[in-house]
């Protein structure tokens, strides 16, 4: 199975530190991480490998957790334990911090930009999540508060092509939220998993949200509306969000991070036995439950922990991972026949 994960490169990209996090600009074409030296890297490709093309070390004080691209790819966010968000503009001959994000009491653990860029979502170990709105003077204004979860909020995404957020928390639960009559407002609750959520992923249809757990499983969840197929009950007009697939028994350790592929379809994750993993969905119909099975493992992927893996957004098959041991490994990826 191991040939279906085939190493291209490893670099050392936050040497004598931890790598956090990874984000791949919307055309593919750079790779942002950031890690525990305070820095944020920027990287591109130089013939068969990947060479540091900015660092941005003037930021934080802190650990950088989380990266984040716009969707127009000409700024990028910064999330640190130092308690702020910092706003990077792409220039000509690198980046400038533009803005300072204030307000979390303490580490912010993830930053996201929803699909419009006009809106960012941030959260902490505050337990809450902000929501910010960016105008075009590049001036942000928190517009709402959310404190739904009771513990650490780790991660925050947005639907592929709505406004609706979805958090992942210490307190084993993934929140969801819309905006209501000019409030924010969570509107589900995912519930499930036994331990820690790390991390979530919508698919490239948004119809389907994958989330990983502490409690070394991944569940994948599905969006029912009323008078679905299924005869999933729903209220007369709010969908309702379903476990559909248990995937556990493949990790033997706390799963970090999940990546659904939105080229492919393959999932990959990130986890704290050393090893990358990509499962495949096998055949069946849009109302059938969904079957998941292993199509690679690469079981010595890093050194320690693996915390990011990250599909590129143009290449399929084209798989970042960053780990505590500094390290950037990229991978290719190829379905396996049969899968």
């Not at 650490?152 to 639907?159: A, L, R, S």
């Not at 998993?193 to 979530?200: F, L, M, Y």
């Not at 098959?317 to 190829?334: E, H, M, N, T």
Request: proline share 4%.
């Amino acid at each position: 199975m191991k040939e279906a994960l085939e190493l291209l490169c490893r670099v050392p990209a936050h040497p004598e530190s931890r790598c956090w996090f990874l984000a791949w600009s919307p055309g593919g074409g750079l790779l942002a991480s950031c890690g525990g030296d305070r820095s944020v890297r920027i990287w591109g490709r130089e013939g068969a490998g990947w060479s540091c093309r900015a660092v941005l070390g003037e930021g934080h004080q802190r650990t950088v957790r989380r990266v984040a691209w716009s969707p127009c790819g000409n700024y990028l966010a910064s999330a640190s334990f130092d308690a702020t968000t910092c706003i990077w503009k792409k220039q000509e001959d690198g980046f400038e911090c533009i803005t300072t994000l204030e307000g979390h009491e303490n580490e912010v653990k993830s930053v996201a930009w929803a699909p419009s860029g006009t809106l960012l979502a941030t959260c902490s170990r505050d337990k809450s999540v902000w929501v910010w709105e960016v105008d075009e003077e590049e001036e942000y204004e928190c517009v709402s508060v959310l404190n739904s979860h009771t513990q650490d909020v780790k991660h925050v995404v947005w639907h592929p092509n709505q406004e609706l957020l979805a958090s992942a928390s210490y307190d084993d639960t993934v929140k969801l939220y819309w905006e209501e009559e000019d409030d924010w407002v969570c509107c589900a609750t995912l519930e499930g998993h036994q331990s820690t959520v790390w991390s979530v992923a919508f698919d490239r249809s948004g119809e389907r949200l994958a989330s990983c757990s502490d409690d070394r499983t991944v569940r994948v969840w599905q969006r029912f509306r009323p008078g679905n197929q299924r005869g999933v009950p729903c209220s007369s007009t709010e969908p309702t969000w379903k476990c559909v697939c248990n995937l556990s028994g493949y990790h033997t350790r706390t799963i970090y991070d999940v990546a659904w592929c939105h080229l492919t379809g393959a999932l990959a994750t990130a986890c704290g036995d050393d090893a990358i993993r990509v499962f495949e969905e096998g055949a069946g119909g849009a109302e059938q439950e969904p079957g998941f099975s292993l199509a690679a493992h690469a079981p010595r992927a890093h050194a320690q922990d693996v915390n990011c893996v990250a599909w590129s957004p143009a290449e399929p098959g084209l798989l970042a991972s960053c780990s505590d041991d500094g390290d950037i490994a990229f991978w290719r990826y190829q379905r396996p026949e049969g899968c």
